[in-house]
């Protein structure tokens, strides 16, 4: 009888020093959190998702940029294609007119244009 009770007891006592050190536990515990956030410092798997959304966001935004790119190469290669079919009309076209001077080709056009016209005399003769 005396070895249940004293069994009983140091069950007890067991119980009891297991609550207290569960609450000393749970006491450093919150006092680490607390000490956590008043210093600032995040617990680490906090760091982990937060560096993990960023380079997510980073790759994101480097993968948008590099289509971007891609975009304006197109625009480049293309526009370069067009200035190059431009550029090879108006060697045509002055090697037609055989001059590479603006003014006289101008000159030339109106010439040429006034020719085409015909003149208000022959028009009352056609109508008249």
Known sequence: LYADREAAGNDDEAKTMAQNLLAQVEALYAERQELLEEV???????????????????????????????????????????????????????????????????????SLREQQQPKPSTIRRIFG
């Open 40 to 110: 600032g410092i995040e617990p680490a798997v906090a760091v982990i998702r937060r560096e993990r959304m960023m380079r997510e966001n980073l790759l994101a935004q480097v993968e948008s940029l590099y289509e971007e790119r891609q975009e304006h190469k197109d625009d480049r290669s293309s526009l370069e294609s067009q200035l190059r079919s431009m550029k090879a009309d108006r060697e045509r076209l002055e090697r037609a007119l055989g001059s590479h001077d603006p003014l006289e080709l101008i000159s030339k056009f109106n």
